[in-house]
């Protein structure tokens, strides 16, 4: 069973410019969430999405959005980059999002010139 | 606010010895609570869950004690080997439908492994 896919594994990118992540999940699996990992912040959450739904988000701005296609890949999107947004962006899937095993891909390593 | 926090930020051992590494965690609703290892440039790698209705649980190696009492988890490793070097997270999720998939992490503790 293939694990969760992320693309691409490294991005860099200018001030101002706009990036788009990709998550391929688990075979089956429903729920893919997204997650900013900085050393100084650790693990945040971003946001959550299931059948094509967002269910839930978290304190981070506008700046960053996302989308759950039919097939439950994920992308996550970020506009007007800043240097702070310099971070591994990782995505979990799950069956459900809840209470139920969160497995991460290897993340994408974005960094902000 | 909600929180999970690890007692320790570094953690060194020897080759063979047993590892115990600490989280404390603030919701009392959480009912649902894994452990992830982070190796350098990669993601978390689940090793193994516990939900609230239990008080430990074991795997290859590893055990998980959960006491709900004082919001305690901790995460066992027997007979630690070089390869268990890496960053240890507690992440929860508790009761609502605002905790759909928002897994909430402790800071991790670095494991070390000194042969």
């Known amino acids: 069973k293939a694990g969760v896919t992320q693309t691409p594994r490294y991005l860099i990118k200018t001030r101002g410019q706009q990036v788009t992540l990709s998550c391929s999940p688990i075979?089956?699996?429903?729920?893919v969430s997204w997650y900013q990992q900085t050393p100084g912040q650790g693990l945040q959450f971003l946001f959550e999405?299931?059948?094509?739904?967002?269910?839930n988000k978290g304190n981070f701005p506008g700046r960053f959005s996302g989308r759950q296609f039919s097939n439950s890949r994920s992308e996550m999107n970020v506009s007007t980059l800043e240097l702070g947004d310099s971070a591994l962006y990782l995505c979990?899937?799950?069956?459900?999002?809840?209470?139920?095993?969160?497995?991460f891909g290897q993340g994408t390593r974005l960094t902000v010139v | 606010g909600e929180s999970v926090g690890l007692h320790l930020p570094t953690l060194s051992v020897q080759e063979g010895d047993n590892s115990i590494i600490n989280c404390a965690y603030s919701?009392?609703?959480?009912?649902?609570f894994i452990w992830y290892k982070q190796e350098s440039g990669k993601g978390p790698q689940f090793i193994i869950d516990?939900?609230?209705?239990?008080d430990k649980r074991q795997g290859q190696r590893v055990t998980v004690l959960l006491n709900k009492t004082v919001k305690h988890l901790s995460l066992q490793i027997a007979a630690t080997q070089p390869g268990d070097s890496a960053v240890y997270f507690c992440?929860?999720?508790?009761?609502?439908?605002?905790?759909?998939?928002?897994?909430?992490f402790g800071q991790g503790t670095t494991l070390q492994v000194k042969p």
């Open positions: 979990a899937s799950s069956l459900m999002g809840r209470d139920t095993e969160a497995f």
């Open positions: 075979s089956g699996h429903r729920s």
């Open positions: 999405y299931f059948s094509e739904t967002q269910r």
């Open positions: 919701n009392s609703a959480s009912d649902y």
């Open positions: 516990i939900r609230s209705n239990m």
């Open positions: 992440a929860e999720i508790g009761y609502g439908s605002g905790n759909t998939g928002k897994l909430i």
